[in-house]
């Protein structure tokens, strides 16, 4: 067998490219939404704040992924209802709410004799992924893809001016809390993957990739996906070469491909703004308007 062919070999790694095809799209996707509403503090409240939830479903001999969806949508609903009924900002409400509910889940952990690792909550082990994690994060991806795609066009309106929204009449409340929940069930479909912490990259990252080397929506998307799905199986199969965890290999190559998607967006914006360009466009601009 040649060489490069080897991962491919181990079950294990079979598991790890097959949990990330699952779960790219869905994240990609959910990622642009994100980044047009300017929520990635929410998805790292709501990521945090699952922590006490898997604990307490541990305790309660539940399936943790159960847990999970419970806290960080407690979390969501709790950041709503205290940003619309203060005077405190939104993103103080964030800070102040996920790094409680993180704390009280770290507390909750020292206090029980668990098997579960701390590291493979916060970090991921997608090494470790069976079965049952296996239909869990096809079904949920699945569900959210599918939800995201019949929605879009609601929800992209939703980001950029909710009030124009609330005036033809899509339900922006429904669309709120309806776009929390589906951060929440992300993050718990890619919860053995990634973790706690690392799942906030996949939320934010590709989006924020897309949103630098596109101009309509519906091209973010497909970028953003693409993009995800490329960097997620080669931080995977790279991770086995390299020796390393793959959930931080995949981060690692998102934040590279955000600089140089900067990188690629500042050296367009120059050729286009330099007294070149201006001569070339208009020379083009001239010629076409010939007969």
Known sequence: MMDW?????????????????MIAPATAMLSCFMVLKG???????????TLPGIVVAYVLNIPLVIGAFVAGIFCALAVGFLGDNSRIKRDTVMGVVF???FGFGIVLYTKIQSDVHLDHILFGNMLGVGLED?????????????????????????AFDPAHARAIGLRVGWLHYGLLTVISL?????????????????LIAPGAI??????????????AVAVTVVLMTGGVYLSFWLDSAPAPTIILLLSIAFVLAFIIRQLSARRASSPEAGVRDEGSAGGAARP
């Open 186 to 202: 992300t993050i718990v479909a890619t919860l053995k993957a990634v973790g706690l912490i690392l799942a906030i990259g996949l």
């Open 134 to 158: 296996l239909w869990t994060a096809g079904i949920v991806a699945l569900f959210v893809s599918v939800l995201l795609l019949a929605k879009w066009k609601d929800l992209l309106m939703h």
């Open 99 to 101: 790094s409680g509910m």
């Open 5 to 21: 062919l080897i991962p491919f070999q181990f079950p294990f790694m079979q598991n790890a490219f097959l949990v990330t095809l």
């Open 210 to 223: 897309a949103f630098l080397l596109t101009r309509e929506f519906r091209h973010m998307l497909m970028v």
């Open 39 to 49: 929520w990635s503090l929410m998805g790292d409240a709501i990521s945090h704040a």
